[in-house]
């Protein structure tokens, strides 16, 4: 598989890091999965997984820890795991990105200029934001590294214009789990329990091929997410009882990924007070 760098990196987290620190499911059933769905017993995997794509459209409170590895030509080994929460009263959302890679990079250009910073690897690569639905990104300041007296500051370069779904377009989700519902090779795993939530496991292979048949909308989610597929990727999901995708994990010899859903309309957070906030 050719090296690959998936538009969750591309589109900005790598930059707003730095800056911190200086198509829908299948419409028929064919004879074969009629006949798999009776074996299955009830609506078997055929009917799990045609309810993934209309139980994901409508998403608009939850937390999402994704978890990353994956090599990249300039960077070296990309270890990233990120903590998205989402909350729809208000409307925002509050990123926790932690890349340990990026904290030894940066201590070590510390040490050529002679002051390193009392910091570890991880903390140096954590970089924590809350975006609002309106108004301007907040950069929190739980490093030390902004020089201001408040906890969160507001105005940091390269943050206005960064929109939770440069990080993860949570409407892509339909079509995404819409490709991986049309993986021929698929079959159920066992159960298992997701974020407290009982769930149904299910496996397959997604060869580059099929891919390549998806429609525009569902190739384009899964190269923003997965990068480009030269041969094929191993594909799990942890489907909930109402359909929902609780967990999904992707892998190859290259690139490890894996998305863990919680909190469904229960995750919230504080938005700062304006006494908590210095404007840059």
């Not at 992707?250 to 006494?275: K, N, Q, R």
Request: net charge negative; with cysteine; hydrophobic share 40%.
């Amino acid at each position: 598989m050719k090296t690959r760098t998936p538009a969750l990196i591309t589109a900005g987290t790598l930059a707003l890091a730095l800056t911190a620190c200086g198509g829908g499911a299948p419409e028929e059933t064919t004879e074969a999965e009629a006949v798999e769905e009776t074996e299955a017993g009830g609506g078997g995997i055929a009917d799990l997984l045609s309810k993934l794509s209309e139980n994901t459209q409508d998403v608009t409170n939850y937390t999402l820890d994704l978890d990353l590895t994956m090599p990249d030509p300039e960077l070296g080994e990309i270890d990233l795991t990120m903590t998205y929460e989402v909350m729809d009263d208000p409307e925002a959302a509050q990123v926790t990105m932690v890349m340990p890679f990026l904290g030894d990079m940066l201590l070590e250009l510390a040490a050529m200029g002679g002051e390193v910073p009392d910091l570890t690897a991880e903390e140096l690569g954590t970089t924590v934001l809350i975006v609002p639905a309106e108004g301007e990104s907040l950069m929190s300041n739980h490093n030390g590294l902004h020089e201001v007296d408040t906890p969160w500051a507001r105005g940091v370069q390269d943050t206005a214009d960064f929109a939770p779904e440069e990080m993860f377009d949570i409407s892509a989700l339909p079509d995404l789990v819409g490709a991986f519902a049309e993986i021929d090779q698929i079959e159920e795993a066992g159960t298992e329990e997701i974020s407290g939530v009982e769930t149904t496991l299910v496996e397959g292979t997604m060869t580059s091929e099929e891919i390549d048949a998806l429609d525009a909308e569902q190739q384009l989610a899964v190269q923003e997410l997965i990068g480009d597929v030269s041969e094929s990727v191993d594909v799990s999901i942890w489907i909930d009882g109402d359909g929902f995708p609780m967990r999904l994990d992707f892998s190859d010899e290259e690139a490890d990924i894996s998305m863990v859903f919680s909190a469904l309309g229960e995750t919230s957070f504080e938005i700062p007070g304006e006494d908590e906030i210095t404007d840059l």
